[in-house]
């Protein structure tokens, strides 16, 4: 059983920072690309940022380009997101996904394996 645990999010005022943390556990999880999607109330699941396995090939969608960096941590299966100069329309619920494979893709429907999720709030 593949387990992806996403921590770090929460309420915090336009220009501030959050860091998201993703962990991934599971006997039978092996290093894979990862990636982190955002969905807001009404709208589709979007692509937020992607990495390979090797953490050398990233993708970020360009609506978060220049402000969040995505990364890879120690341990082979966890993955963060340093999200800075945050806006009232980030506001959405931030998810971790995993995908067989080692290079990385921008649909949903690509990633196998997914967190439940973490709210991030933008509001003054």
């Known amino acids: 059983q593949v387990q992806l645990v996403e921590s770090g999010g929460g309420l915090v005022q336009p220009g501030g920072s959050l860091r998201l943390s993703c962990a991934a556990s599971g006997r039978t999880f092996n290093p894979r690309a990862m990636a982190w999607f955002r969905q807001a109330p009404g709208k589709v699941r979007d692509i937020v940022a992607a990495?390979?396995?090797?953490?050398?090939?990233?993708y970020y969608s360009e609506t978060v380009k220049g402000r969040f960096t995505i990364s890879r941590g120690g341990a082979a299966n966890t993955v963060y997101l340093q999200m800075n100069s945050l806006k009232p329309e980030d506001t959405a619920v931030y998810y971790c996904?995993?995908?067989?494979?080692?290079?990385?893709?921008?649909?949903?429907?690509?990633?196998?394996?997914w967190g439940q999720g973490t709210q991030v709030t933008v509001s003054s």
């Open positions: 990495i390979s396995v090797s953490g050398l090939s990233t």
């Open positions: 996904a995993g995908r067989v494979g080692v290079v990385f893709a921008t649909t949903p429907h690509d990633y196998n394996y």
